[in-house]
């Protein structure tokens, strides 16, 4: 089993920037995959951003250029860099690990931090 922390979010105003972090309780370094996603009220949750355990990353079009995940495996945290903040980038958002075999498997969620963008 893997617990999920996340911290980082907050207030901020539209064009400023914010930088998520996500503390596994134990190591991702065999993840599939860790990503983030992000739920606004009345919305579906929806991807933002994934690394997979080889290193390549996807974004969702909406934070292309904007937004950069990435992963220390050394400290068991991974990172979303956020800049350019706006408005619609309101949300909570929520990390996310996969593990597709072995002991263990199956998909681990953080309680999720808030992000508000005023405008």
């Known amino acids: 089993q893997v617990q999920l922390v996340e911290s980082g979010g907050g207030l901020v105003q539209a064009g400023g920037s914010l930088r998520l972090s996500c503390a596994a309780s134990?190591?991702?370094?065999?993840?599939?995959?860790m990503g983030w996603y992000r739920q606004a009220p009345g919305k579906q949750r929806e991807l933002v951003a994934q690394?997979?355990?080889?290193?390549?990353?996807n974004y969702a079009d909406s934070v292309k250029g904007r937004f950069t995940i990435s992963r220390d495996n050394a400290k068991n945290t991974v990172y979303l860099q956020m800049n350019s903040l706006k408005p619609e980038d309101t949300a909570v958002y929520y990390c996310?690990?996969?593990?597709?075999?072995?002991?263990?498997?199956?998909?681990?969620w953080g309680q999720g931090t808030q992000v508000t963008v005023s405008s």
């Open positions: 996310n690990a996969l593990l597709l075999m072995g002991p263990g498997k199956g998909t681990y």
């Open positions: 134990g190591s991702i370094f065999s993840m599939n995959a």
């Open positions: 690394i997979i355990r080889g290193g390549n990353t």
